[in-house]
């Protein structure tokens, strides 16, 4: 699953994008790590994701992760990891000028992916529930930068990781807010007429997610796998404060049952 193809500019936002949104419950409200664009399948976990967003003003959004059939190993506690997203970057192009496997990458202040730089507004007159004003675009000094390796893919770094096919671009991370040792168990729900994984969270682990996700409110974060970012959604762009995940978190998507049961499976 190594990137062969180059890429110096995104494609653009289209109102397909990742995100978190509210999914109504019999008993009470619950949260989705959700994925994107119309029919693109999840490599990693082998599922498809299709919300939208609306938007306001112009830019540009790097490709989305796409996917293929699940593998059939469990994932570990170190195969997976929630973390801060600081900007995006092209697809690998190396050069006379590429540097070193192992530089820490930096984004330039013009394509880091703050709140306030992304200007997420919840409006509920508009499809998704919310706007972006600025959805960001890849820095492309980074087009020269190479992924992270296994090797020095670590919880504290901060790393540089591919989507999940060639034609996805680049991420770079901060150290994991959540690894795979905060998560409890994995089941397969039926919600809303669609299929979703719930991943129940370790009282260490709940406030492990919490603290990620307040500090990302209204921001991106990654959601990696087997060293690839299979989501990247913003944090309850529909709300205007913070509330706790309490101790949950939803890997939903258009997938059907053999799907997402394959996918909870591996936890």
Request: aromatic letters at 6%; glycine letters at 10%.
């Amino acid at each position: 699953m190594t990137l062969i193809e180059s890429r110096t500019a995104p494609p653009e936002f289209d109102a397909a994008q990742l995100l978190f949104q509210e999914a109504k419950q019999r008993r009470r409200r619950r949260w989705l790590v959700s994925g994107i664009v119309s029919l693109v399948i999840l490599v990693v976990m082998g599922v498809t994701f299709g919300l939208s967003v609306g938007r306001r003003g112009g830019g540009t959004q790097p490709p989305v992760p796409s996917a293929a059939v699940p593998a059939a190993s469990a994932v570990s506690a170190a195969d997976f990891s929630v973390r801060p997203l600081l900007c995006f970057a092209p697809v690998f192009a190396p050069t006379g000028l590429s540097v070193s496997a192992g530089t820490s990458p930096t984004c330039g202040q013009a394509f880091q992916l703050t709140p306030a730089h992304l200007g997420v507004t919840p409006e509920t007159n508009r499809v998704g529930g919310f706007i972006v004003d600025n959805p960001g675009r890849a820095d492309p000094s980074l087009a020269a930068v190479p992924s992270t390796s296994s090797q020095d893919d670590t919880k504290d770094a901060t790393v540089l990781l591919p989507g999940a096919t060639a034609s996805d671009g680049r991420y770079v991370l901060g150290p994991a807010g959540l690894t795979g040792a905060g998560i409890q168990s994995a089941t397969a729900v039926h919600i809303d007429g669609q299929w979703a994984v719930l991943l129940r969270l370790t009282d260490a682990g709940s406030a492990q997610w919490d603290a990620l996700a307040q500090e990302q409110f209204h921001a991106f974060v990654g959601v990696v796998v087997d060293g690839h970012v299979i989501s990247a959604p913003i944090t309850q762009p529909t709300q205007s404060s913070f509330t706790s995940f309490e101790g949950e978190l939803q890997l939903a998507g258009s997938f059907d049952q053999q799907q997402a049961k394959a996918l909870a499976a591996r936890w």
